[in-house]
């Protein structure tokens, strides 16, 4: 599976972006997909994730109630909604796929990674 993240860039805290995350190469079908970020000088840490069917849906303390993951299966493609943007929320944030269906928090449970869009906020 190939990822590809778009949608970043930068916006005033207390704005909003969209990231998307196209899914290419195999079947989309009963891959959990997840988001995760990594700030400078810090290691990459989980957001959000969500099940093949979007009936599960898990995610950080730190995003919960300000971004929520959505997927468009018919068109391999999982979005982040991100509302209520703060400067700790500047990173780079990547989407991974992991080809199971349970949904999982640890980086090294996803197998497929893209290659990461940039977020910042500014204050």
């Known amino acids: 599976v190939q990822l590809q993240a778009s949608g970043g860039g930068l916006v005033q805290a207390g704005g909003s972006l969209r990231l998307s995350c196209s899914a290419s190469g195999r079947t989309f079908i009963g891959y959990v997909m997840g988001w995760f970020r990594q700030a400078p000088g810090k290691e990459r840490e989980f957001v959000a994730v969500?099940?093949?069917?979007?009936?599960?849906?898990h995610y950080a303390d730190s995003v919960k109630g300000r971004f929520t993951i959505s997927r468009d299966n018919a068109k391999n493609t999982v979005y982040l909604q991100m509302n209520s943007l703060k400067p700790e929320d500047t990173a780079v944030y990547y989407c991974?796929?992991?080809?199971?269906?349970?949904?999982?928090?640890?980086?090294?449970?996803?197998?497929?990674w893209g290659q990461g869009t940039l977020v910042t906020v500014s204050s």
């Open positions: 969500i099940s093949w069917t979007a009936d599960n849906t």
């Open positions: 991974a796929a992991r080809g199971d269906q349970y949904i999982a928090t640890r980086i090294f449970d996803y197998a497929y």
